[in-house]
């Protein structure tokens, strides 16, 4: 029960070509991103705290008016309530997101 | 202030081999963790809960008395207070571990 497989992750299509694959603890919900080239998330807000690490490729954020072309090793923390959005480009990107307290719409 | 690079984060040697890095928001701690070959975090547990995935490599975890070869993609929870351990092979791995709330210890 400690162990969590891939084939286990819960998987929820965000928006047309990014793939969230979920795992969650009490308090902290992974959320492993595969965003495709030229893929968008709208801006939008939560509550919940989302702290992550991009992983491979690279992708345009914005949160809270603070833009970043975000790279392999870069972080981000985002409040609860402050907007955000990310976009990428000719190479698509993987990120390592996480929500505190796990999200319950993505449960 | 939302963006953090790798110059910015905290790095700590939790045991020989193994190099944390750090960086943090007010409910989660990121702790990208890279093995070197044939590397040991001992037994031990702490109030935080922690839930991570292997980036790369594999290694050999123990939480709560059960026992993994975790590799790229595989996840884990530690509920707080849970003994766990780790140990590298031949190939090393890098882990992204997250903690919640953040280790004071580790700022």
Redo the contacts between chains.
């Keep these: ?6 084939q286990d ?1 819960k998987e929820r299509e965000l928006a047309p070509g990014i793939l969230l694959r979920l ?6 919900m ?1 959320s ?1 991103v595969t965003l495709q080239p030229h893929s968008t998330v709208p801006t939008h807000s939560h509550p919940h ?1 989302q ?3 991009v ?1 491979e490729g690279e992708l345009d ?1 914005t ?2 008016g ?1 833009t ?1 072309r ?1 790279r392999k ?7 609860g309530g ?1 907007e955000h959005s990310a976009s990428s480009g000719e190479v698509g990107a993987t990120v ?1 997101d ?1 929500f ?2 796990p999200r319950e719409d993505y449960m």
């Design positions: 029960m400690f162990f969590k497989y891939p992750f795992v969650w603890g009490e308090r902290v992974l492993h705290e702290t992550g690490m992983l954020m949160v809270g603070q970043c975000c090793g870069d972080a981000f923390t985002i409040p402050v390592l996480t505190s307290p």
